[in-house]
């Protein structure tokens, strides 16, 4: 699957995407932990840190860490505060 980074995350990550192995939204952000090791303020406390937000596929808005994320999907990170 795709992890998709827009606006200030891309910059933290060093990157615009990233491919990792499907699974939950937590298994997804521990890859992303490992593969770019100055972004590292993605949870706190075992929940989404407020500064970010996440999408799946661009149609669904999330913060629960258990939800399981497919093989095709694209999980977009963003800044809480994004928007128009």
């Known amino acids: 699957m795709t992890v998709e980074?827009?606006?200030?995350?891309?910059?933290?990550?060093?990157?615009?995407?990233?491919?990792v192995p499907a699974g939950t939204i937590a298994e997804v952000l521990s890859a992303v932990e490992r593969?770019?090791?100055t972004f590292t303020d993605l949870r706190t406390?075992?929940?989404?840190a407020?500064?970010?937000?996440?999408?799946?596929?661009?149609?669904?808005?999330?913060?629960?860490?258990n939800y399981r994320l497919a093989p095709g999907d694209r999980l977009?990170?963003?800044?809480?505060?994004a928007g128009g």
């Open 50 to 65: 407020p500064q970010y937000t996440l999408s799946v596929n661009g149609r669904r808005f999330l913060r629960e860490l």
């Open 45 to 48: 406390k075992g929940q989404l």
């Open 5 to 19: 980074f827009l606006g200030i995350p891309r910059q933290r990550a060093g990157r615009a995407e990233l491919l």
């Open 76 to 81: 977009m990170v963003l800044s809480a505060d």
């Open 35 to 37: 593969s770019c090791p």
